[in-house]
């Protein structure tokens, strides 16, 4: 209950706290300081919910900030219209769409997206980065979920770190071409995840990726 008012109290500070002009005194002013604190308000609050109800945090920030929930039925086609979109966009660029249930799943092969052992993402596949922004923004009713894959080549701890900055650096490029970090589980894995052996460079390449997994915002 401590922590209950203490965040309800946080908000209502965020909400209109304004500072005396004649006193410097810090007060809570009669009209919301503006749309962007009341965003930032909705946001807290979701989270507040979130933490209580046991809603994935992700859902209950952008819940809060007044992004609608997907219900019933609309969830389906939401999630067909943007796969079709994300297949337009994303054709013949070697970056795959899968689809599983109401998830869709986009693999980035390391060799398209990253040099040999390095974290940032290759210039020339930012025009590939940036249409998949475009359509994370058309349909922003979706988690996204940004993984860093490896193979097994080199210690685990090298391989963990190295999945974790890849995952970053992609989250960040969406991050800069608009898509909400409120939308974003960004994680890296290492080698635990490996989708084929690892015993044949075929099997390896196919190990070394970023995960990109959209899943609809859904009421609780």
Do not use: H, W
Request: hydrophobic content about 40%; proline content about 2%; glycine content about 14%.
């Amino acid at each position: 209950m401590k922590k209950i008012l203490a965040v309800c109290a946080a908000l209502t500070v965020l909400a209109g706290c304004t500072t005396n002009p004649y006193t410097n005194e810090q007060q809570v002013s009669r009209t919301a300081a503006g749309t962007g604190i009341g965003a930032g308000v909705g946001a807290l609050g979701g989270l507040l919910v979130g933490e209580i109800a046991g809603v994935n945090r992700g859902q209950a920030a952008l819940i809060g900030a007044g992004v609608g929930a997907l219900t019933g039925g609309g969830i389906g086609v939401y999630m067909d219209r943007q796969e079709a979109d994300l297949r337009a966009q994303l054709q013949g660029t070697g970056v795959s769409v899968t689809r599983s249930g109401d998830r869709i799943i986009l693999n980035m092969p390391s060799n398209i997206t990253f040099a040999t052992n390095q974290d940032q993402v290759r210039s020339e596949f930012y025009p590939t980065l940036t249409s998949v922004a475009i359509v994370l923004n058309k349909y922003n009713q979706t988690i996204v979920d940004v993984a860093g894959n490896t193979d097994n080549v080199g210690s685990e701890s090298y391989n963990f770190a190295l999945s974790q900055r890849r995952a970053g650096s992609v989250g960040q490029f969406l991050q800069t071409q608009g898509v909400s970090g409120n939308r974003l589980n960004i994680q890296g894995f290492g080698m635990s995840r490996p989708v084929a052996s690892n015993a044949t460079e075929e099997g390896r390449a196919q190990n070394r990726r970023v995960e990109i997994s959209i899943s609809p915002l859904q009421a609780g």
